[in-house]
């Protein structure tokens, strides 16, 4: 079983900045992905999760138009932890973000989600 913990979420003002942090355990094998996706309020279903920003193995990195130039992502092969960096924030950027493992086993994993919110 494969366990991902966040921590970091909480209230911002606009232009503030958070940082989030998630470690993966339990049976993993080759891990190829790390990433954050974000469901903005109203939005309920696990399909309409949007991607924010994703690190492969090697290092390559992706991220959402919106967030470009804005937020971090980053990665720590050992501890199998990813964490991002979000600078800048908007409250447009409020919602509940998940962390998303990606291995060869398991293929897809999620941790429980944390809040995020940036008043104005």
């Known amino acids: 079983q494969v366990q991902l913990v966040e921590t970091g979420g909480g209230l911002v003002q606009a232009g503030g900045s958070l940082r989030l942090s998630c470690t993966a355990s339990?049976?993993?094998?080759?891990?190829?992905?790390m990433g954050w996706y974000r469901q903005a309020p109203g939005k309920g279903r696990e399909e309409r999760r949007d991607?924010?920003?994703?690190?492969?193995?090697?290092?390559?990195?992706t991220y959402a138009d919106s967030v470009k130039g804005r937020f971090t992502i980053s990665r720590d092969n050992a501890k199998n932890t990813v964490y991002l960096q979000m600078n800048s924030l908007k409250p447009e950027d409020t919602a509940v973000y998940y962390c998303?493992?990606?291995?060869?086993?398991?293929?897809?994993?999620w941790g429980q989600g944390t809040q995020v919110t940036v008043s104005s």
């Open positions: 998303n493992l990606r291995a060869l086993i398991p293929k897809s994993s």
């Open positions: 339990g049976s993993i094998v080759v891990v190829n992905a």
């Open positions: 991607l924010v920003a994703s690190i492969g193995s090697s290092g390559t990195t």
